[in-house]
């Protein structure tokens, strides 16, 4: 299939759904915020995972070369406070919890990134990232050793987040990874060191001590991607403070827009509340494995939703996916008829703004065992074998193959096996 769909993405910065069109002809750029591995992700930041990889998924059907960078947040306040400030601990910790988030990513069959990097593996260039702007006016260091980015040199900061940071008092700063509105104050660039950090510190130019947690995004996706990036995605939780201080400092070092489409997901509540272990309702992937589910009636479920619509995850509502799931299974063990125009109409649904409520009800609505096999790749639901009808003809081999092992004639028997072989038809035998 040519480029030829038109496709439509909602743009965050602009909140407006608009055409699609990349830096480059055929090849489009994505950065995707990832975890912070200090604990297990649970099953809202899958949601969001999910939604990178339908993102992921339509662009490839549409034909473009795909180029999707994910970072891993390995030293931010969550992963020194969790190891006690212990290096050791530090680096089982992150590479332990790393492991666990991939292993959740396959088991929900999410396509894994083209590039995968690590804010620990970068500290020299998020190190020349921030005296850049210092030199250009926009950082400085003062008496506490940590180096802060002046909003107030920023003209347009607030704008994806439409906060007006008119009337805020100058030079209050946050030295914290993440803060609310009602913090909005010069942020941390590099974060000196103090007791608390134990051994997990680096001494540079800049002294010693560790990256802020939004300058590790902005040096990572500009590294590998560039100065403008086709599209960011992640959660409607990091519009504020950590894509908006992305792009003040992205844009105050290059000049340049950093980013051309902003892309965030919804909140995933459970029972209609938000998730929190205190209350009770925190759950992981395992969680529902362990509960009897299969990871495929999450993916379902998460489709069902838009990504931008909030989506209320209940016991239920899985289980309803679960079922349906079922019922996919035992439609596409059968064959089905090629349907190429179904096949065009389908991916020009999900390439407008991802709507993957209306492409699972279009699927569902045709009840094609080759159309859901056709578009396994773009909605991502892995499915089972099909099971080949017969033709009559070949009901008699099997028959006689059967016989002949009967009156053991294995040879005769081997060679009519072969034979449906090639039919694509693979006999299990029993014990004689």
């Not at 690590?118 to 400085?140: M, Q, R």
């Not at 946050?174 to 009602?182: A, I, L, R, S």
């Not at 578009?375 to 991502?380: K, Q, W």
């Amino acid at each position: 299939m040519s480029q030829n769909t038109p496709i439509r993405l909602y743009n965050t910065l602009g909140r407006t759904r608009e055409p699609f069109t990349p830096l480059r002809a055929g090849t489009v750029g994505v950065y995707a915020c990832g975890p912070t591995v200090y604990d297990s992700v649970h099953i809202g930041n899958l949601r969001a995972y999910i939604f990178v990889d339908t993102l992921h998924r339509m662009l490839r059907a549409n034909q473009y070369d795909v180029q999707l960078v994910m970072n891993i947040t390995d030293v931010d306040d969550k992963t020194i406070t969790k190891s006690g400030g212990d290096k050791a601990v530090f680096t089982e910790l992150t590479k332990r919890y790393e492991e666990k988030f991939w292993h959740d990513l396959d088991g929900l069959n999410i396509l894994r990134p083209d590039s995968v990097t690590h804010a620990t593996d970068y500290i020299n260039k998020i190190v020349s990232f921030i005296e850049e702007l210092k030199e250009k006016g926009f950082a400085y260091t003062p008496s506490d050793g940590s180096t802060y980015f002046s909003i107030e040199k920023f003209k347009t900061y607030g704008s994806l987040a439409r906060i007006d940071p008119s009337g805020l008092k100058i030079g209050v700063r946050v030295n914290q990874d993440e803060y609310t509105k009602e913090n909005l104050t010069d942020f941390a660039l590099w974060k000196a060191w103090d007791a608390s950090d134990g051994d997990i510190f680096w001494e540079t130019s800049l002294g010693k001590g560790r990256p802020g947690w939004s300058i590790e995004c902005s040096a990572m996706s500009q590294d590998v991607l560039g100065d403008t990036i086709d599209i960011h995605t992640g959660g409607v939780d990091l519009v504020f403070p950590h894509h908006e201080n992305e792009i003040a400092q992205s844009e105050a070092r290059t000049g340049k827009k950093f980013v051309n489409y902003w892309l965030h997901n919804e909140h995933l509540l459970v029972d209609g509340t938000k998730m929190a272990k205190s209350a009770g309702n925190f759950y992981i992937l395992q969680d529902i494995i362990d509960k009897g589910f299969d990871p495929r009636a999450f993916r379902h479920l998460c489709l069902g939703a838009h990504y931008r619509d909030t989506l209320n995850f209940t016991w239920e509502s899985l289980a309803a996916s679960q079922t349906a799931v079922k019922r996919i299974d035992t439609l596409v063990s059968k064959v089905g008829k090629k349907d190429d125009d179904a096949k065009k109409r389908a991916i020009e649904i999900i390439s407008d703004d991802l709507a993957s409520p209306k492409m699972l009800a279009f699927l569902e609505k045709e009840n094609n065992p080759w159309l859901w096999r056709e578009l396994e790749g773009v909605h991502g639901i892995s499915l089972g074998t099909i099971k080949k009808e017969l033709t009559e003809e070949q009901q008699k081999l099997i028959a006689l193959r059967t016989q002949l092992r009967s009156e053991k004639k294995f040879k005769e028997a081997d060679a009519l096996r072969s034979q449906l072989l090639e039919e694509g038809i693979d006999v299990e035998d029993s014990k004689l």
